[in-house]
């Protein structure tokens, strides 16, 4: 698990995980201030809270986690695969194979789930009241191409031929999320246009006839199902989002899987703009070079941690970890970074 981490957030003296290769989230909590100890590994299957498109034992491929309102919010990549052939096929064959583009049903995955304290510990809930309202563990509905979002997209200038393309191809590949009170913002690796990068902004609402089912809300003057946003982050596509106050930082990278620069970006008042528009220049400003290493260590997700001192962190974890990384059996070593005033 520790080479597939894909999704970070966190809630008090808890950090929050999903990996990319299974249908769970995990949970450590803090152990010890300096340096910070996250341990006492729970793990929380998907299938106990929701409905899991494809079956319990598919690939939802999950990429970022976010936690508002009570509730802890998953998406998965929503992206299309390439069959890949064997090189000691006949060429046929192999361009057979390689015509072949799919997109599983389980990775047309947004959920959220209510989250409690239970002696002390945050644990996960298929019903729980919050506030005097009750919450229910709930995902997007279904919909043509695999869910609700993808169907809305179909016919979008943008994207449409994304979605016939592997995410990998600068198809489409949902990697980021950021929940601002209604809004779910979405980051994608990809597609890329020109130097210009995506995030997909949506409202999902519970169904009244069935409040464990998502329905994508009109927003903005157009009515449409969702608003886009367009990031000049140099040609790299969104690997993660994180909320701080009314900014948001954007962890960016390479569309394609092979090393490449990583840089964390702000965008200021990114967490409360509210209107389709392209986004100014000088509201996305560059914050810091992350390392990178040759076949590892590549960034993957990102979190704030909040400081004693008022100095924000900002905590990352790696896909592909380093061996120089690994604690023990299980445990991996992330990176804290004093983010700039």
Same mark, same amino acid.
């Given at each position: 698990m520790r080479d597939g981490l894909s999704g970070l957030a966190g809630a008090g003296d808890s950090l929050w995980l999903a990996c990319d290769e299974t249908l769970t989230v995990e949970r450590v909590d803090r152990r010890r201030i300096r340096p910070p100890l996250f341990a006492g590994h729970v793990s929380f299957k998907l299938e106990d809270f929701i409905r899991i498109p494809g079956g319990p034992h598919a690939e939802a491929d999950l990429e970022d986690l976010d936690i508002a309102s009570g509730y802890l919010w998953l998406v998965g990549s929503h992206a299309a695969s390439r069959k890949m052939p064997d090189a000691a096929q006949s060429s046929r064959k192999v361009a057979k194979a390689l015509a072949r583009v799919e997109r599983p049903a389980s990775r047309c995955l947004l959920a959220r789930i209510p989250m409690v304290e239970t002696d002390g510990t945050q644990q996960l809930r298929r019903r729980a009241? &919050?506030?005097?309202?009750?919450?229910?563990?709930?995902?997007?509905?279904?919909?043509?191409?695999?869910?609700? @979002?993808?169907?809305?997209?179909?016919?979008?200038?943008?994207?449409?031929?994304?979605?016939?393309?592997?995410?990998?191809?600068?198809?489409?590949?949902?990697?980021?999320?950021?929940?601002?009170? #209604?809004?779910?913002?979405?980051?994608?690796?990809?597609?890329?246009?020109?130097?210009?990068?995506?995030?997909?902004?949506?409202?999902?609402?519970?169904?009244?006839?069935?409040?464990?089912? @998502?329905?994508?809300? &009109?927003?903005?003057?157009?009515?449409?199902?969702?608003?886009?946003?367009?990031?000049?982050? #140099?040609? @790299?596509?969104?690997?993660?989002?994180?909320?701080?106050?009314?900014?948001?930082?954007?962890?960016?990278?390479?569309?394609?899987?092979?090393?490449?620069?990583?840089?964390?970006?702000?965008?200021?008042?990114?967490?409360?703009?509210?209107?389709?528009?392209?986004v100014r220049p000088g509201n996305v400003i560059p914050v810091m070079e992350l390392p990178v290493g040759r076949g590892n260590d590549r960034p993957e997700a990102i979190v704030v941690v909040p400081s004693r001192d008022g100095r924000d962190r900002l905590l990352v974890v790696y896909e592909r970890a380093a061996r120089s990384r690994y604690l023990g059996a299980h445990g991996v070593v992330a990176d804290l970074f004093v983010l700039p005033a």
């Open positions: 009241g &919050h506030g005097g309202r009750k919450r229910v563990a709930g995902r997007l509905e279904d919909g043509p191409g695999g869910n609700a @979002l993808t169907a809305a997209l179909r016919g979008d200038e943008h994207f449409r031929e994304a979605l016939a393309m592997p995410g990998k191809e600068n198809g489409l590949d949902i990697e980021g999320l950021a929940v601002v009170g #209604d809004r779910v913002l979405l980051g994608l690796r990809g597609p890329v246009f020109n130097a210009w990068a995506a995030i997909v902004e949506i409202e999902p609402r519970p169904a009244r006839d069935h409040p464990s089912l @998502l329905r994508l809300a &009109h927003i903005g003057h157009g009515r449409k199902l969702y608003r886009k946003h367009f990031l000049p982050l #140099d040609g @790299l596509g969104i690997r993660g989002l994180a909320r701080q106050g009314l900014d948001l930082l954007v962890l960016a990278g390479p569309t394609a899987a092979i090393d490449g620069p990583a840089r964390v970006y702000r965008w200021i008042g990114g967490a409360r703009s509210d209107v389709q528009r392209r």
